[in-house]
Each structure stands twice: as structure tokens, then as C-alpha cells.
């Protein structure tokens, strides 16, 4: 199977010298993407006037970025070495809580057989929000981010992925409601290194 790679746009200059070596292979024109399923996650988070916080997380995907998730599920349209799609989070839990997260991106495929390069790069905006009637809180944000795929095949057409990445927020609120609700600043950064699956039709 053709494989992946996703990088961030300063190694983009990696990923062309890789396709000088197999600069004809191509990924068929549908590709379906599985980001997150298992990784480590270093989260900074700041809200307000509070103090930072970090997170790291080990094993399973979580949202502990509130603009962010890194269970997502993916379409990308591949045009000869273009990419250009996305991926999409949604959950709920226990009612009360939601996220949204969208997350567009533009890439270059480059190499093929059993390893190949894309890079890919693009934005990401999540919204998080809690409801408890009288009092709740929404939070959302704008992100900038990277990353750098391996996939590796696993069977035909099908292949595992896995790299670093980078999210890294550029404007965000936190809002509460209620008799004391007020609105503050809210900025996360994400460094990743995941695991995934992609294929292509």
C-alpha cells in the first residue's frame, strides 16, 4: 500500500528531497484518516489571570485542551501530490458536557511502497461546552498546528500512522454564565506523538 507521512510545513523541505526518490507514486484519489487512537500528549493550557497549566497524557486519547482533541476521524482528496480535507471530533458526556473540534488541512504527498512523506498543516478550532442550567461555560479557540505522519502499511491500502505534532493556539475565551459569569482569555498548546490508521480508495 501507499503510505503516509504528515509533516509541519518547515519540513517540507525533508519531505522533497524523500520524493526525489519515488516522486510517481501517488495515493488513490479518497483517503480515510484515524488520528489519535493512542500517543503521548503535552498539553499547556492558560485561562485569564490564572496560572499555566500542563498536562501530560499517556496511552489513551483525551481532551484535556479544551480547543482540541486528538481523536478525530478524517477525509482527505488526494490530487496527484495535494491533499486537502480534514478531520472532525464530536462527544458528549453525561449530558452536560460537548466538544466540538474542526480541524481543515492542506498537505504534499510525497514517496510510496513502504514508507512515504505528508506533509500537512492547517488550523484547528474547538469549542467545549458545560451546561448546568442556571451556571455553565463555553470555551473555544483558534489553533495553529503541524504535523509529521510515518505510516507504515499493514495491509493493502490500509497502513498505520504515527508522528509528531503541534498545535499552538492564536485566540480563545472562556465564558461563564450565571450571577458571577465573566469572560477571559483562554490559550492551549498541544505537542503530540500518536499513533493512527490511514487508508485510501
Known amino acids: 500500500m501507499r503510505a503516509l507521512l504528515r509533516c509541519t510545513l518547515a519540513l517540507s523541505v525533508v519531505a522533497s528531497a524523500a520524493s526525489a526518490q519515488d516522486s510517481s507514486a501517488t495515493p488513490r484519489p479518497n483517503l480515510v484518516v484515524v488520528d489519535g487512537l493512542a500517543g503521548v500528549w503535552l498539553v499547556h493550557t492558560k485561562q485569564g489571570d490564572a496560572p499555566a497549566e500542563d498536562t501530560t497524557i499517556v496511552g489513551s486519547a483525551s481532551g484535556a485542551s479544551e480547543t482540541s482533541h486528538p481523536l478525530r476521524i478524517g477525509y482527505h482528496r488526494a490530487l496527484d501530490s495535494l491533499t486537502v480535507g480534514g478531520g472532525v471530533h464530536y462527544g458528549t458526556f453525561s449530558g452536560n458536557l460537548s466538544q466540538l473540534v474542526l480541524a481543515p488541512r492542506v498537505g504534499a504527498w510525497f514517496g510510496g511502497g513502504g514508507l512515504a512523506v505528508w506533509p500537512r ?81
Open 121 to 201: 498543516a492547517g488550523l484547528t478550532y474547538g469549542r467545549t461546552s458545560a451546561d448546568f442550567g442556571a451556571a455553565g461555560s463555553t470555551t473555544s479557540g483558534l489553533m495553529v498546528a503541524a504535523e509529521l505522519l510515518f505510516v507504515a502499511p499493514l495491509a493493502p491500502h490500509v497502513g498505520l500512522s504515527f508522528g509528531p505534532g503541534v498545535e499552538l493556539g492564536v485566540s480563545g475565551s472562556h465564558t461563564t454564565k450565571g450571577a458571577n459569569g465573566r469572560s477571559e482569555d483562554y490559550k492551549s498548546r498541544v505537542i503530540n506523538a500518536q499513533l493512527g490508521f490511514v487508508a485510501d480508495f
